[in-house]
């Protein structure tokens, strides 16, 4: 009796036993699919399946072959394009490191400045104190190539990412040097070359001129220094910040100069996230206060962290603005970059100025509308562009404006290659040193574009405008 009694007991213990595991495997399975949704949201998606089969399917049975790398980041590139915001971008690998160092205070290169001349590299100069200039490379010099890697077809891009490298490897260049007959071979290696985005000088009347190319990681600490030189050289009467062209930068770095300006606790600038769940408000942390008057210059250019820094100073230092309405981009991206290189930057946020105005697609309007002489809108002709007798189009009227702003002419019919274009540009070359062919090539283009620049820096009107405000303030 004791043993069937005991039979039935082992057999629902056992049942239970089973039961009991099986429910645990249902419940691990339960919570591991809803860790899995939670963690990729993206398996949730119905369309989901769509793109595993797309994505299996090219793997499998396209015919050049594919590797997942270059699908799954294209498909990352794919998403962020489908939201039609120009500021929102999937850069992969190379491209995400060079979007990074564009805001860094420094690289890792050999201190060169080049540019593209007739389908070659030519080093424009050199920067004093960098592995360039002590192994002995000149402007003027010809890159043949790149650790033995021909450079002849790579974009600039491609021979910036071969140049540049980690802190102390080091990298060949091949040069052709004018009046040598052979290549010359030069290993340099690679050093910290800083980024310069601030420039200052002293004008007459004791104003302090102060260029911000743009706001990267020192460019705060760059203005500190520049502002304190020119400070040492004698009491300033104001301040000329130049932000023309700046298309923006770190807000970090704009916080901390527009603190060096603001009285300290007034607003800079409101921050707006989506749907307005958090508004982030900062405020002058200024810690000596500013005395003197500014004068601010901006042109259509002027974008994101210079509209910030202008619109703040005009509204919460009573700053006045010169130049034209700045380009209107008021919103703010976030950018998060992944152990390969790739960077995601994503439009998180819109901003205000201190008075509550929105400035996107607005742009800040300045005090003194003043525009620069047309000339100064002309845009350089792209390198590589060839024009000679019987070309036309928009590229010859380019042509014909700036030779005809340089002096040389006359020009004959608007946007057609004639020969009295042909006489003016050999005119031109002639005067400056150049093969007097009457064809026009990219040597002939940089010098019209670098005398337009001189001619630019003596008739800027918005400089004299700005110099002219900041004397009547200092009276």
Same mark, same amino acid.
């Given at each position: 009796?004791?043993?069937?009694?005991?039979?039935?007991v082992?057999?629902?213990?056992g049942?239970?036993y089973?039961i009991?595991v099986?429910?645990?495997?249902?419940?691990?399975?339960l919570f591991?699919?809803?860790?899995?949704?939670?963690?990729y949201?993206i398996?949730?998606?119905?369309?989901?399946k769509?793109f595993?089969? *797309?994505?299996?399917?090219?793997l499998d049975?396209?015919?050049?072959?594919?590797?997942?790398?270059?699908?799954i980041?294209?498909?990352a590139?794919?998403?962020?394009a489908s939201l039609?915001?120009?500021?929102?971008?999937?850069?992969?690998?190379?491209?995400?490191?060079a979007?990074?160092?564009?805001y860094?205070?420094?690289?890792y290169?050999?201190?060169?400045?080049?540019?593209?001349?007739?389908e070659?590299?030519?080093?424009?100069?050199v920067?004093k104190?960098?592995?360039?200039?002590?192994?002995?490379v000149?402007?003027?010099?010809?890159?043949l190539?790149v650790?033995?890697?021909?450079?002849?077809?790579?974009?600039?891009?491609?021979?910036?990412?071969?140049v540049?490298?980690?802190?102390?490897?080091?990298?060949t260049? %091949?040069?052709q040097?004018?009046?040598e007959?052979?290549?010359l071979e030069?290993?340099?290696?690679?050093?910290?070359?800083?980024?310069?985005t601030?420039?200052?000088?002293?004008?007459?009347?004791?104003?302090?001129?102060i260029?911000i190319s743009?706001?990267?990681?020192?460019?705060?600490?760059e203005?500190k220094?520049?502002?304190?030189?020119?400070?040492?050289?004698?009491?300033?009467?104001g301040?000329?910040?130049?932000?023309?062209?700046?298309?923006?930068?770190?807000?970090?770095?704009?916080?901390?100069?527009?603190?060096?300006?603001i009285?300290k606790?007034?607003?800079?600038?409101?921050?707006?996230y989506?749907?307005?769940?958090? %508004?982030?408000?900062?405020?002058?942390?200024?810690?000596k206060?500013?005395?003197?008057?500014?004068?601010?210059?901006?042109?259509?250019?002027?974008?994101?962290a210079?509209?910030?820094?202008?619109?703040?100073?005009?509204?919460?230092?009573?700053?006045?603005?010169?130049g034209?309405?700045t380009?209107?981009k008021?919103?703010?991206?976030a950018?998060?970059?992944?152990?390969?290189?790739s960077v995601?930057?994503? %439009?998180?946020?819109?901003?205000?100025t201190p008075?509550?105005?929105?400035?996107?697609?607005q742009?800040?309007?300045?005090?003194?509308?003043?525009?620069?002489?047309?000339?100064?809108?002309v845009?350089? &002709?792209?390198?590589?562009s060839?024009m000679?007798?019987?070309?036309?189009?928009?590229?010859?009227?380019?042509?014909?404006?700036? &030779?005809?702003?340089?002096?040389?002419g006359?020009?004959?019919?608007?946007?057609?290659?004639d020969?009295?274009?042909?006489?003016? &540009?050999?005119?031109?070359?002639?005067?400056?040193?150049?093969?007097?062919?009457g064809?026009?090539?990219?040597?002939?283009?940089?010098?019209?574009?670098?005398l337009?620049r001189?001619? &630019?820096?003596?008739?800027?009107?918005?400089?004299?405008?700005?110099?002219?405000?900041?004397?009547?303030? *200092?009276?």
């Open positions: 009796m004791d043993h069937y009694s005991e039979t039935p082992k057999k629902k213990s049942f239970i089973v009991g099986f429910a645990l495997l249902i419940i691990g399975y591991g699919s809803l860790s899995v949704s939670m963690r949201p398996l949730k998606e119905p369309t989901f769509q595993n089969a *797309s994505y299996t399917k090219i049975d396209y015919l050049e072959g594919a590797e997942p790398e270059d699908l980041n294209g498909a590139r794919g998403m962020l039609e915001d120009p500021y929102s971008q999937y850069l992969v690998g190379e491209q995400g490191e979007y990074t160092q564009s860094e205070g420094e690289f290169g050999i201190g060169a400045n080049m540019r593209k001349e007739e070659q590299y030519v080093i424009t100069s920067i104190d960098t592995p360039a200039e002590r192994g002995g000149l402007a003027g010099d010809v890159i190539a650790d033995g890697k021909e450079v002849k077809g790579l974009s600039f891009q491609e021979l910036l990412g071969i540049r490298g980690e802190e102390g490897s080091s990298v260049l %091949t040069l040097r004018a009046g007959k052979e290549p030069i290993t340099l290696k690679r050093a910290a070359i800083p980024v310069h601030v420039l200052a000088e002293r004008l007459d009347d004791g104003i302090g001129h260029t743009r706001f990267a990681e020192n460019t705060a600490k203005f220094e520049e502002l304190a030189k020119l400070e040492s050289e004698g009491p300033l009467k301040l000329l910040l130049d932000m023309r062209s700046n298309p923006g930068g770190l807000l970090t770095s704009t916080i901390e100069i527009a603190s060096v300006l009285p606790d007034k607003k800079i600038l409101d921050v707006v989506k749907n307005e769940r958090q %508004t982030v408000s900062f405020l002058s942390h200024q810690e206060e500013w005395k003197l008057p500014i004068t601010v210059l901006v042109n259509g250019q002027s974008a994101s210079s509209e910030v820094m202008a619109a703040a100073l005009k509204e919460s230092a009573g700053a006045q603005v010169v034209e309405t380009y209107g008021g919103v703010v991206q950018f998060r970059q992944f152990p390969d290189g995601l930057s994503l %439009t998180e946020a819109q901003w205000k008075g509550g105005t929105w400035i996107n697609k742009g800040v309007a300045p005090d003194y509308e003043v525009s620069l002489p047309e000339y100064a809108k845009r350089p &002709l792209a390198t590589g060839k000679q007798r019987g070309s036309y189009g928009d590229n010859v009227i380019t042509l014909q404006v700036m &030779l005809r702003e340089l002096g040389y006359p020009l004959g019919k608007e946007g057609v290659f020969e009295q274009t042909e006489a003016a &540009l050999k005119a031109f070359q002639s005067a400056e040193g150049l093969e007097s062919t064809v026009f090539n990219d040597k002939t283009g940089y010098r019209l574009v670098e337009l001189e001619k &630019l820096a003596k008739e800027d009107t918005q400089l004299e405008k700005g110099i002219e405000v900041l004397q009547s303030l *200092s009276k």
